[in-house]
């Protein structure tokens, strides 16, 4: 089993930054590739970012490449996702995701069937 807890969301101003972090507990954090998926009301959920075991590939959609950026410190047991300029349109809630799949050193996962544990999510709300 693993625990994922999400932390970082709030309210800011369209063009401000955020920054989640995902703590994991439980199966050896090192082992998973991670993702961050978000959720807006009357929305499936979407694939944001994602992230290799070792941190040395990693995936974003094209809605915020270039703005977002997920990282890791399995030292940690944590990934994060780093929020910048960001717009009314990133409202959602974001959750995080540990996939068991291993693929390869640089596999990341993108897509929810590929994910095994999720995080209750975080708020992330923006306003113009």
């Known amino acids: 089993q693993v625990q994922l807890v999400e932390s970082g969301g709030g309210l800011v101003q369209a063009g401000g930054s955020l920054r989640l972090s995902c703590a994991a507990s439980g199966r050896p954090f090192s082992s998973h590739a991670m993702g961050w998926f978000r959720q807006a009301p009357g929305k499936e959920r979407e694939f944001v970012s994602g992230i290799s075991w070792n941190g040395g590939a990693t995936e974003y959609a094209d809605s915020v490449k270039g703005r977002f950026t997920i990282s890791r410190d399995n030292a940690k047991n944590t990934v994060y996702l780093q929020m910048n300029s960001l717009k009314p349109e990133d409202t959602a809630v974001y959750f995080c995701?540990?996939?068991?799949?291993?693929?390869?050193?640089?596999?990341?996962?993108?897509?929810?069937?590929?994910?095994?544990?999720w995080g209750q999510g975080t708020q992330v709300t923006v306003s113009s």
């Open positions: 995701a540990a996939s068991l799949r291993y693929n390869g050193s640089r596999y990341v996962a993108t897509q929810t069937d590929e994910f095994h544990y």
